[in-house]
């Protein structure tokens, strides 16, 4: 298994930027997936989770209405498109595979078995 995050970079507040999650060794089509992130000197903490499908997606308060999580099965690909983005969204971000199928306790990493390297997000004037 294999999950190869990209897309981050320095941005300014209200900016955005889409993350990308490459995935490879495993059917990535029938698993759930997350986004997880890790601020700087503060404990990982959930973003978003999707389901296999990709027909249900859960969020974290601090990011619900401000970014999207997706997935294009075909591609083995999953994404987070971040919008108006604030200087507390600055943290490494991880994608991470589930155990299961189901979004919803994708959103407990103790439900996830993989992770990615992670990518770093900088907001930041």
């Known amino acids: 298994v294999q999950l190869v995050e990209s897309g981050g970079g320095l941005a300014q507040p209200g900016g955005s930027l889409r993350l990308s999650c490459a995935a490879s060794?495993?059917?990535?089509?029938?698993?759930?997936m997350s986004w997880f992130r890790q601020p700087p000197g503060k404990e990982r903490e959930f973003v978003a989770a999707?389901?296999?499908?990709?027909?249900?997606?859960y969020y974290a308060d601090s990011v619900k209405g401000r970014f999207a999580i997706s997935r294009d099965n075909a591609k083995n690909t999953l994404y987070l498109q971040m919008n108006s983005l604030k200087p507390e969204d600055t943290a490494l971000y991880y994608c991470?595979?589930?155990?299961?199928?189901?979004?919803?306790?994708?959103?407990?990493?103790?439900?996830?078995?993989?992770w990615g390297q992670g990518t770093q997000v900088t907001v930041s004037s």
């Open positions: 991470a595979k589930a155990r299961g199928r189901t979004g919803a306790p994708a959103a407990n990493a103790k439900n996830s078995d993989y």
């Open positions: 060794g495993f059917t990535f089509s029938s698993y759930a």
């Open positions: 999707i389901s296999y499908t990709g027909a249900s997606t």
